[in-house]
């Protein structure tokens, strides 16, 4: 594995500030429209804050894929903290995302990552060949906000200003590999949320 293959500005952030400003990622993956009887993959899920509440929603109907095998043990800790399991844990690149899952998905989640992907409309179309018809694709992104005005216990957080994206950039970037807009969620106070479904 070599660190190139890593997205730029997609370190996981420390649990601190990522707690304070998610205090309720269960609420975040409801809002997005997740919900039991769903299969879903949990795609760059870091260190599982999300994974965990997700597994427990959708009954550990889960993916969960990351570069980091770290990552991915620390994403597993916290699903057996909570309570859950998960189908699998895959350490794969994300760009690999429909060869490494063993079956296609409902849902793809990409929470907190997409901003720092350098071919975006490539890996919109690795993960509509990851789905099943009907498939739906969300991103949770930082809202294009300057990096100064998005604090966290006191200090600013998140990437770099300039790597921010509107929903209208999302669009631009997503659409061309097969997905239409179905909804936009606003996730305060720094996010949005897109889910988009197949064309
Ligand atoms: C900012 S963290 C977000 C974690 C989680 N989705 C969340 O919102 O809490 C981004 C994660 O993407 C992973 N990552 C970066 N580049 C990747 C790639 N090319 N393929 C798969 N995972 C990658 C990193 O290892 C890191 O765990």
Redesign the pocket.
Known sequence: MTEE???PA????DRDW?QAL?PDPEGVLRRLGIQAGLTVA??????????APLARLVEGRVYA????PA?LARARTEVERAGASVLGCIA????AIAAVLPETVDFV?????FH??PEQTVLARAVAAAMKPGGRFAV?NWHARPREETAVLGQPRGPRTELRMSPEDLRAVVEPAGFVLERLVELPPYHYGAVFGRA
């Open positions: 293959r890593f997205f997609t370190a996981m952030p990522w998610w949990d795609l760059c899920c870091g260190d599982g804050y999300f994974t894929v990351d570069l980091d990552m794969a690149d994300a760009r989640l990409m929470a907190n990552t720092g992907v949770v």
